[in-house]
Nanobody, 114 residues
């Protein structure tokens, strides 16, 4: 079974930055990968996605603030989050995009609060 492990979350103040990491236990080079988030009481939505070649697309809510990147040699996906807002508070997950091929990991909690 493929393992997906997200890390890097925590508590930050509004305006601060944070970098999330996602490690996958198999080769991801052929897949579109995405970062998703789920806030309490809400559905899980994609916030950023990246093609195998590195082309990235963002949700309007994070455009200009978040940057997704990948290292196919290490089977890693990253999410750099700048100028964070309280509404970014959620559990963040990574998986393939559009179809979520991998079993969901535990996610990493991000809390933006003063």
């Amino acid at each position: 079974q493929v393992q997906v492990v997200e890390s890097g979350g925590g508590l930050v103040q509004p305006g601060e930055s944070m970098r999330l990491s996602c490690e996958v236990s198999r080769r991801i080079g052929d897949y579109n990968m995405g970062w998703y988030r789920q806030a309490p009481g809400q559905q899980r939505d994609v916030v950023a996605r990246i093609t195998p070649a590195g082309i990235s697309i963002y949700a309007d809510s994070v455009k200009g603030r978040f940057t997704i990147s990948r290292d196919n040699a290490k089977n890693m996906v990253y999410l750099q989050m700048n100028s964070q807002k309280p509404e970014d508070t959620a559990v963040y997950y990574c998986n393939t995009y559009v179809a979520n091929i991998f079993v969901w990991g535990q996610g990493t909690q991000v809390t933006v609060s003063s």
